[in-house]
């Protein structure tokens, strides 16, 4: 098995020469991105048919190869441009009025995509075995209760908003400056981190309710994948999150 670590240290041997990169990703230990030079596409932490049925093989590997590969190359060229070389996401995201607007979408891109494939894992099911339900223990499921009243209440009210942002955006749960559990969303690739962005806070999950996050499986129906989307968030990665880790 090729860990997170030496898939890595191999994507560096692949661009030796070009004297680029030196990233580390790890939103479980905070320290988000550590960018040295510029900005590189981290692995996804399980395989691209890993997230079905509920989101299939295709649009992972597009959404991830594609999209999110665009953003970094377009947010490298920005930072480039910009001589903000060895500048890290959480600074840039937390700066980004003082910056180009390439700089925020690309960036937010870059950012929210990363946080996005740490959010989920695995919840594999079938027609004879369904997926097992996926209730939020940890701290993050006692906070949820008692912000929320139940599960059940924050799952509406966070697919409500996700419902209801319009055209390209992000829902998200986030700690909030009164250090509260609170649900919002954020217009195209803004994130709650950003010191512009109208909804505030640390991020805990987000959801990508981009058509393209969803559009080959879903088509149009946004409910559904949000709906599916539920089975595989990754409650413990939210959890550490919560708790600072
Ligand atoms: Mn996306």
């Known amino acids: 098995m090729t860990t997170r670590r030496e898939f890595f240290k191999k994507g560096i041997l692949a661009g030796a020469g070009l004297a680029i990169m030196k990233t580390g990703l790890s939103f479980e230990n905070k320290k988000v991105v550590q960018a040295e030079d510029l900005f590189a596409l981290p692995p996804l932490p399980y395989a691209y048919d890993a997230l079905e049925p509920f989101i299939d093989k295709q649009t992972m590997e597009i959404h991830h190869t594609k999209h999110h590969q665009a953003y970094i190359d377009k947010l490298n060229k920005a930072v480039t441009d910009a001589k903000l070389n060895g500048i890290t996401l959480e600074v840039l995201c937390k700066n980004v009025s003082k910056y180009p607007i390439a700089i925020r979408n690309h960036g937010g891109g870059h950012y929210n995509h990363s946080m996005f494939w740490n959010s989920m894992k695995p919840n594999p099911g079938s027609v004879l075995e369904p997926a097992k339900a996926n209730e939020p223990v940890w701290k993050i499921g006692d906070a949820i209760k008692s912000t929320f009243d139940s599960f059940s209440n924050f799952k509406t009210k966070f697919t409500e908003k996700a419902m209801s942002t319009f055209g390209s955006g992000w829902a998200w749960l986030v700690i909030n400056k009164e250090g509260k559990l609170e649900i919002g969303s954020t217009p195209n690739q803004d994130n709650p981190l950003m010191d512009l962005a109208e909804f505030k806070g640390t991020p805990i999950i987000g ?39």
């Open 207 to 245: 959801l990508d309710v981009w058509e393209h996050a969803y559009y080959l499986k879903y088509q149009n129906k946004r409910a559904d994948y949000v709906n599916s989307w539920w089975n595989i968030v990754n409650w413990e990665v939210a959890s550490k999150r919560f708790e600072g880790k």
